[in-house]
T-cell receptor, first 110, second 118 residues
Framework: GQNIDQPTEMTATEGAIVQINCTYQ??????LFWYQQHAGEAPTFLSY????GLEEKGRFSSFLSRSKGYSYLLLKELQMKDSASYLC???????????FGAGTILRVKS | GAVVSQHPSWVICKSGTSVKIECRSL??????MFWYRQFPKQSLMLMAT?????????EQGVEKDKFLINHASLTLSTLTVTSAHPEDSSFYIC??????????????FGPGTRLTVL
């Protein structure tokens, strides 16, 4: 079966750094995506990892370890607008479905 | 680039009626589109995979006769909720894969359709 785990909720302070973890156990692996979703809106793409290591993109970075089935999303210099749900998704078959985790609700407080 | 639109963005209907939701890829061709539903504070649940020119593939537990999917062109897929009931009220999101480009497995999401069945 397919299983993707993320923490349900996290709270962090404006200006701080937060790390959202994702562990996965899937029947195949063709890449891992992180999406941001604000309430009532569609998910928007944040990052993609297919090889081990860190991908940096402005205030957002994502890390992948395929041997451990583990990824994290790192958000730096948190802003209030970063309050959203963050979804970890794994591409398990070439050109086919994404399997989504339940999402992590991040609340940024001032 | 890679813009996906949905129409309508929200709809309210009476129980027993049917509702059609359109999903369009505006600047790319999409041989594969996906339909998800999402309940409040929950993640996306894949309902079906829609392939241009062929029958959709439904996930386990999704009634194909209730959720009719048509993918008649490379830029349009439609989801029709037939004989809608209040329990069908949800946020429906479509996504599309670019036929020629994109990372393996990458999907571009539409803005979603909020369906409320009275």
């Amino acid at each position: 079966g397919q299983n993707i785990d993320q923490p349900t909720e996290m709270t962090a302070t404006e200006g701080a750094i937060v790390q959202i973890n994702c562990t996965y156990q899937t029947s195949g692996f063709n890449g891992l995506f992180w999406y941001q979703q604000h309430a009532g809106e569609a998910p928007t793409f944040l990052s993609y990892n297919v090889l081990d290591g860190l991908e940096e993109k402005g205030r957002f970075s994502s890390f992948l370890s395929r041997s451990k089935g583990y990824s994290y999303l790192l958000l730096k210099e948190l802003q209030m607008k970063d309050s959203a749900s963050y979804l970890c998704a794994v591409s398990t078959e070439y050109g086919n479905k994404l399997v989504f985790g339940a999402g992590t609700i991040l609340r940024v407080k001032s | 680039g890679a813009v996906v639109s949905q129409h309508p963005s929200w709809v309210i209907c009476k129980s027993g009626t049917s509702v059609k939701i359109e999903c369009r890829s505006l600047d790319f061709q999409a041989t594969t589109m996906f339909w998800y539903r999402q309940f409040p504070k929950q993640s996306l649940m894949l309902m079906a995979t829609s392939n241009e020119g062929s029958k959709a593939t439904y996930e386990q537990g999704v009634e194909k006769d209730k959720f009719l999917i048509n993918h008649a062109s490379l830029t349009l897929s439609t989801l029709t909720v037939t004989s809608a009931h209040p329990e069908d009220s949800s946020f429906y999101i479509c996504s599309a894969r670019d036929r020629f480009d994109g990372r393996v497995g990458e999907q571009f999401f539409g803005p979603g359709t909020r369906l409320t069945v009275l």
